[in-house]
């Protein structure tokens, strides 16, 4: 009898000994996954980073020279086709002209919009604000149709009536399927490539989905230099890349900084106010 009890006791030490070992191992890799998941994110991180292409304003019309950012001082993209783009825009009239008026675009030539990403225009005719990021459905376009997006395959976001004689600040996110367009820090508007999808038909072909292309190339400001687009009436300031999606912080914190670095406005925390007014000038 005495025998049989030890023999169970043991087997109870020898369960809860090797219990013990498996709950061990099993703290360990939950310590070692955690620990690596922190290294990923962390490496990722520090690999997001934006940079300043335009500081203080820039005269966008009558430009002598073309204003070019090569290639090298743009940081890559490190999650997919991930980038987001920031800038403030003073119109100071709008004059229709034959051509769409460019503000910025980038891409490996420089002098057409022929296979660029993004592309940033005004109309020529009305002062919408076209903001397009090439897709793997997109051919070579032209000024004249890069943001009809049935026959260039641009997807396109619209600002409808851009404002004048004031500093706005526009920025674009393009993140997943989607690119959202804010304008002075609140949601305007978000497009999705399904948009460039034909659904009339009885089926749609899912494969024909379109992504977002690589955004690479050195970066234009303006339309010196570039064939078959014209000057904006305006000005540009504290125009950045980010080769990461913005969030909602990231973006009211450059609203609330204001078009320049050293207004007072900015410096007061008053940036809101002055958007809503006509307080800021060309050299503010």
Known sequence: MATAIESLQNLRSQVAEKGSIAIFVILALVAIAVLVAFLVIKLAYSQTRGVLIVDSPLKLYNMSTQTRVDQSI???????????????????DY??????QLIFMRG????????????????GTTNKLYVSARTSRSTTTNPATFMTQATSGYLTAIIDYFPLQRWVNVVMVVKDDAMSLYLNSSLYT?????????????VTNVRARPVFTACTGSL???????SGVRDP????????????????????TIYTSGPSAT?????????????RTPIYRVDA
Not at 233 to 252: P, S, V
């Open 108 to 123: 490996s030539d420089t002098t057409t919009i022929g296979t660029a990403n993004p592309i940033v225009a005004l109309d």
């Open 74 to 92: 743009i940081p890559p993209t490190v999650n997919g086709q991930e980038f987001s783009s920031s800038f403030w825009l003073y119109l100071v």
């Open 233 to 252: 009436r305006g000005y540009i300031a504290q125009f950045r890349f980010f080769n990461y999606a913005l969030t909602q912080k990231d973006i009211m």
């Open 263 to 275: 207004s007072i406005l900015a410096r007061l925390g008053l940036a809101g106010y002055g958007l």
């Open 95 to 100: 004059q229709p002209t034959d051509g769409p």
């Open 190 to 202: 978000v497009v999705n490539v399904s948009d460039l999808v034909d659904t009339t038909g009885l």
């Open 220 to 226: 234009t400001v303006g339309a010196a230099g570039v």
